[in-house]
């Protein structure tokens, strides 16, 4: 693995003192310099960190509260004027930027809030698969007896294509936001352990590691103290696409109705229920359609350069 | 050559019994009590019991495993709730649509996605190679729905070229088959093409880097020639198998487009299934969809010994 770069200062004076290596290793920009100089990284961390903003600012960039709804403003179209009814009965004039729904809600307010649901959930699912699949991919690469039986499962889950066992386990299991974030990180845990577990093969074989075996270092903490903070780069990489694909599987899920309460307002949520008057009224289903495609962009975009920088041998494969 | 075959197909027991036991357990592992939950929320406590009884759920999980597994064997999926008829009756039924979907789509996506990998690879760093990579990462992001819409949007209702929905049957004629597989299918065909160019890319450009390459061109053969006959030939393994992948994305696909084209496959099937709660229905269409999904990665396995006799192992 690359050596971690070092990050003291050192006077000119000093450097004449190190070895050969030494200076190398000094003078090699590293991973952080490069992830900070890389185009992609720089363009998807900057559309992600505007949409971060919109979701936590979301009360305060011209919205209502989205669940608020007035039949006299339906299916008003994008930039249209009416009015909208609050909670405690006053009736305000707003401008509906996206237009408005069969129930006269504000499409831009349930757009907005909707950009929280879908980094909640994207976020969230990356981290569960993440951390399931680096549990199980660690036992596997290092306990020999676990590893048959272990990646046989792994490969029967991969056998089912991931929306399906995403479409069923919702089905099975009340609709809430816990069982939506589990059921998409389900199907996603089985490649997080693969990596994981190619990735411990290797370092299993490195002088530390039969070091610290020789001097009678526990298991656990051998695989967490040792291997485990080794595997970050490419676990990083692998956790960025695995959230843009959950951000997507939510919005699928949704859309086909089998996704999280039509309550609470998510992009699929909002095209579901606009889909049926598309042909008169397509804003319903365009306007969280582009916010979903620019999300899930600035996600993968983000991997790709992640990738690039945190390991150039994987940017040769795929 | 055989011995290869011969294992590689043995290889896939194990999995498909795992992903039995998986749909299985999927069921049995809900919260609540499975029998309460099949017979609906207006049952009464008898009727939960004869449930019960009649599912054979008050056995050890062991035996009602064996039971199942040995009707599947024979090929009773058992029966939906939902449609009142045999779920192997139903799969058979609406599987006709799927299937041409499905394999219009593979059509499409490996007649477009190779010939612009091998182009891009041919000409690297040329126009067409960053057009390709920047649109192989729009496939990736915008979602199947919202393409759909789009599509639907601009061909079907501004420009009144193609129909909006709906499916026709082969039998009926071919030309409206087509024309009401078109969108469909190049909807779904987007996300194949992007990931089959990508690796096709990659993989003839390694390709194109080896001496034969140098050689085949001193031998003064047309560039043609050299490009399929000994470029593409010799980067055909990683192609294969990533249009086996692919095939996971193609279902997952294929379910959101039949719900937006109202198409009556077995995608459609899978959300009504779910929706109405018709467990015996989903848990058929999951083992369909996942035997089908090893049966053609077992397929692209057994292809590689075409096309690299130096596979023998």
Redesign the interface.
Known sequence: MPPRGVTTLMGASDLDALSVEARAVRARATAWDRMRTNWSVRLGGAALAVLLVVALAAPWLGTVDPTLFDAASRDLRPGEAGEITTLDGETLKHTFLMGSDSFGRDIYSRVIYGTRISLLVGVASALVAAAFGILLGLSAGYLRRLDGPLM??M???M???????A???????KASLFTVVVAIAIPEIPRVTRLVRSLVLTIREEPYVEAAVALGTPVPKIMFGHILPNTIAPLLVQGTFIC?AAI?VE??LS????GLPPDIPTWGNI?AEG?VQ??AY?HN??FP??F??VT??AV??LG?GLRDTLDPRMA??? | MWAFLARRVAATI??????A???FL??RL??GDPAA?LAGDAATGDQIAKIRASLGLDRPLVVQFGIWFANLLAGDLGESFFYKMKVATLIGQRLEPTLALATLTIVVAIAVAVPLGVAAAWRFGGWLDRALMGFS??G???????LA??L??VVS?KLGWLP?QGYQRLGDGIGPFLRHLVLPAITLSVVYIALIA??TR?SVLEALGEDYIRTARAKGLPEIRVLVRHALANAAVPIATVIGIGV??L??GV??TE??YAIPGLGRL??DA??A?D?PT?QG??LF??FA??LVNLLVDLSYVLFDPRIRY
């Open positions: 046989r499962v490969d029967g889950v056998a089912i294509p991931a929306i399906l066992l479409i069923a386990l919702v089905g099975l299991w843009a997507l919005a699928i859309f086909l109705g089998v095209m889909r598309f042909i397509p289903v365009f359609g582009i979903l495609a899930v962009l993968n975009i790709d040769r494969r795929l | 194990p999995v498909l019994f795992v992903v036991v998986l749909v999927m069921l809900t919260p939950i990462v729009l990736f992001s915008v979602p199947v729905f919202v819409y789009i639907i949007y209702l909006v990508r690796v990659a996971a994305l279902i997952g379910v959101v719900s937006v899978t959300v779910v929706l709660r467990f989903v269409v999951i969809f996942s999904y090893v």
